[in-house]
Antibody
Framework: QVQLVQSGAEVKKPGASVKVSCKAS????????IHWVRQAPGQGLEWMGL????????NYAQTFQGRVTVTRDTSVSTAYMELSSLRSDDTAVYYC??????????????WGQGTMVTVSS | EIVLTQSPGTLSLSPGERATLSCRAS???????LAWYQQKPGRAPRLLIY???SRATGIPDRFSGSGSGTDFTLTISRLEPEDFAVYYC????????FGPGTKVDIK
């Protein structure tokens, strides 16, 4: 079945970087975008950015410009999200998500299980 | 950026009752680009409705969506015990933004 499996929880110090992976299976990885969405404890959902898994092209939310980098490795059907200069308010669950179809603008119908990133000194 | 506002923040209802959730956008959203998700504690969001009124695969018909322009509604016709959760609206026409959520809890 179609699924996204993310890497495990991380604890980082302020100022460090974190890299979260998202391994896809059950579909043609290069046929879809992969998006990243985060959710701070008790808060709502915040879109961070996307990658075109075929071309590698990216688009980031302005809030994260300069701090987030999304990449992919097609040989292992895996997308990565790296967030740098971590602050305590980056503590959140980070999700990868796949759109319902291959069109540019679509909803997210497949989600990873989430990766908890804790930023604490 | 399109800002989405949801009301009420919390809706306290009993099983079998009807739930009506509102999502208001700061500017007009093309109806094909408005969705709703359900999220339970410790779980990823689950897609319920896309394009304002289309149910996602496997979603029961007690869930329905409507609206246009800046005002959209998710209706749950008869609440089942598994429907008590947080619901988010999502616009995906101009970048992506989510509403702050409406919690539906048991009265």
């Amino acid at each position: 079945q179609v699924q996204l499996v993310q890497s495990g929880a991380e604890v980082k110090k302020p100022g460090a970087s974190v890299k979260v992976s998202c391994k896809a299976s059950g579909y043609t990885f290069t046929g879809y975008y992969i998006h990243w969405v985060r959710q701070a404890p008790g808060q709502g959902l915040e879109w961070m950015g996307l990658i075109n898994a075929y071309s590698g092209g990216t688009n980031y939310a302005q809030t994260f410009q300069g701090r987030v980098t999304v990449t992919r490795d097609t040989s292992v059907s895996t997308a990565y999200m790296e967030l740098s200069s971590l602050r305590s308010d980056d503590t959140a669950v980070y999700y990868c998500a796949r759109p319902r179809t291959t069109v540019t603008h679509d909803v997210f119908d497949i989600w990873g299980q989430g990766t908890m990133v804790t930023v604490s000194s | 950026e399109i800002v989405l506002t949801q009301s009420p923040g919390t809706l306290s209802l009993s099983p079998g009752e009807r739930a009506t959730l509102s999502c208001r956008a700061s500017q007009s959203v093309t109806s094909i680009y408005l969705a709703w998700y359900q999220q339970k504690p410790g779980r990823a969001p689950r897609l319920l409705i896309y394009s304002t009124s289309s149910r996602a695969t496997g979603i029961p018909d007690r869930f329905s969506g409507s609206g246009s322009g800046t005002d959209f509604t998710l209706t749950i016709s008869r609440l089942e015990p598994e429907d008590f959760a947080v619901y988010y609206c999502h616009q995906y026409g101009r970048s992506h933004t989510f509403g702050p959520g409406t919690k539906v809890d048991i009265k």
